[in-house]
């Protein structure tokens, strides 16, 4: 049984910074791909960064600059370093982790306020 547990969400003003950790824990082993997906109300949920067990990272063209991912295969841990937020980053952060296939975590809102 895998488990993704995520952590680090909460309520911000704009322009404040958020931490967001996923941790997995159970029968999981050599993890590939990990990353985040956001989903905001009324819209589709989209791919907001990812990084590779070589520590190759993409993002999101909104968030470049702003959010950085990083990994602890240690751990089995990826966090996501949100600063500079904007309104518009409100949504359910979701994690995955892809090993020998995708597991999800249950989501963590973050809300940015005006």
């Known amino acids: 049984q895998v488990q993704l547990v995520e952590s680090g969400g909460g309520l911000v003003q704009a322009g ?3 931490r967001l950790s996923c941790a997995a824990s159970g029968s999981i082993f050599n ?13 589709e949920r989209e791919l ?19 959010f950085t991912i990083s990994r602890s295969n240690a751990k089995n841990t990826v966090y996501l370093q949100m600063n500079s937020l904007k309104p518009e980053d409100t949504a359910v952060y ?19 306020s005006s």
Do not use: E
């Not at 993002?59 to 470049?64: H, L, N, Q, R, T």
């Not at 979701?94 to 940015?112: I, M, N």
């Open 31 to 43: 993890i590939n791909a990990m990353g985040w997906y956001r989903q905001a109300p009324g819209k």
């Open 16 to 18: 404040g910074s958020l």
């Open 94 to 112: 979701y994690c995955y982790v892809f090993s020998v296939r995708l597991y999800w975590g249950q989501g963590t809102q973050v809300t940015v």
């Open 48 to 66: 907001v960064a990812s990084i590779t067990s070589k520590n190759s990272t993409s993002s999101a063209d909104s968030v470049k600059g702003r």
